[in-house]
């Protein structure tokens, strides 16, 4: 750990820091969507967040269990876009 992470850490995060066990990453395949809802559930359960899952379709479980969060960037971009239409069609 270096000076910077010790200071501004939480308690948990020091803890996670301090141990010996770290896992940098993990690949997995799973035969049906059932098993990596489940696989995903207990990773989380087991304190995991940064996760992602790719599945060859839409899966909204397993989206769901990875606690996907919407974002406001495509509400900017359309607004950007709008308000950068609008500036150039008025100085036409």
Do not use: C
């Not at 301090?18 to 990453?25: K, L, Q, R």
């Not at 992602?52 to 969060?69: G, K, M, N, V």
């Amino acid at each position: 750990m270096n000076e910077w992470s010790t200071q501004h850490a939480t308690r948990k995060e020091k803890i996670v820091m301090a141990s010996d066990e770290t896992i940098v990453g993990l690949v997995a395949e799973f035969v049906d969507e059932k098993m990596l809802l489940a696989a995903t559930q207990r990773a989380y359960g087991a304190g995991y967040r940064a996760m992602d899952a790719f599945t060859p379709y839409p899966a909204e479980e397993i989206a769901d269990a990875l606690r996907f969060r919407r974002t406001h960037v495509p509400l900017v971009v359309l607004t950007g876009g709008l308000l950068g239409g609008l500036g150039g069609f008025a100085m036409q």
